[in-house]
């Protein structure tokens, strides 16, 4: 099958066919667009590549079947979640204990947050910013400030800070997260 | 003050194609389309989460060799349920076809012993 043949369809107009005539068919064309992001999920949590191309196959039926039962809205954030969802409950069944699983809610909070702050003032939330970006270890804001403002890559700002690339990636994640914290605090008390 | 700065949060991830993500895997792309790469990386969970697994693939050229099987598996799947969805029809279509056929039977069989009854009533 090529997949190129179907690449001006949206994932949502795919779901749509299937929705209408439920013919899998328009099913695999819309999952194997993910087949490789799948992939690299599983080997993430399953850190096997025979796990992981097991766990695929498992997703793929475990979704064919699921969207033959109910309404899908946001295809991607779901099939991230059946996906991890299953890598955390074969973890568990590997080490015995109970991970914490996403659901369709926390998907759901997340994309409310961001449209909340969409409403707010942007200079506003720029003011914020610039006085969040003051309040990040020294590290973090190093690394923030030459990826957002620098528009370095990992790879400049290990090379010019001497973190690894790790360091910086995670001083990147950290931060980020650290400034949403931050900014929201800040402009609930403006 | 710097409008880069809402790029933090700013959470639209435009998609990254899967081409872009093996490129940037392989180390092949420009310092500026790196920077491009991760900052969507950055916007998206499923992203990030593929990214860093797909790295761990000992051989990168192994990824596509893996993505094609899981897909012709994906296919083949499909076929057998389509396949079998369609068998369990036909059968359910012989099964109408039999019973019309007994009950035009039977209707016939009435009718025939009636014309027969009625015939040996005259005589």
Same mark, same amino acid.
């Given at each position: 099958m090529n997949p190129d043949r179907y690449q001006h369809i949206s994932d949502n107009t795919l779901l749509e066919k299937f929705y209408a005539d439920k013919d899998n068919h328009w099913l695999g064309i819309l999952l194997q667009r993910y087949t490789m992001l799948l992939l690299g999920v599983c080997m993430k949590y399953l850190k096997n590549e025979d796990d992981a191309k097991d766990s695929v196959q498992q997703v793929f039926l475990k979704a064919i079947a699921e969207l033959h039962k109910y309404r899908v809205e946001y295809f991607k954030s779901w099939i991230y979640m059946v996906a991890k969802n299953h890598c955390l409950m074969k973890l568990r069944d590997r080490q015995g204990k109970a991970p914490a699983m996403l659901n369709e809610q926390t998907l759901v909070i997340e994309e409310e947050v961001l449209s909340a702050q969409a409403h707010l003032d942007k200079d506003r939330i720029l003011d914020a910013m610039t006085r969040a970006i003051?309040? +990040?270890n020294k590290e973090q804001k190093q690394c923030v400030t030459l990826f957002y +403002?620098?528009?370095?890559?990992y790879t400049q700002i290990a090379e010019a800070t001497g973190y690894s690339m790790m360091q910086v990636k995670s001083y990147i994640q950290n931060g980020k997260r650290n400034l949403k914290i931050v900014v929201e605090r800040l402009i609930k008390q403006q | 003050m710097n409008k880069d700065l809402l790029n933090i949060l700013s959470n639209s991830s435009k998609d990254i194609d899967n081409q872009q993500l093996m490129d940037y895997l392989a180390g092949k792309l420009s310092d500026e389309e790196k920077h491009q790469v991760e900052l969507q990386l950055l916007n998206s969970d499923f992203m990030n989460d593929a990214a860093e697994g797909l790295e761990?693939?000992?051989?990168?050229?192994?990824i596509n060799v893996f993505v094609d099987q899981l897909n012709r598996e994906l296919h083949k799947k499909l076929l057998r349920k389509k396949q079998k969805k369609q068998k369990r029809k036909l059968l359910q279509q012989r099964w109408v076809y039999a019973a019309v056929i007994i009950i035009l039977a039977i209707v016939i069989a009435t009718w025939l012993m009636i014309v027969k009854y009625q015939a040996l009533k005259t005589k």
């Open positions: 003051e309040e +990040l +403002l620098d528009k370095k890559s | 761990t693939v000992k051989d990168k050229k192994d």
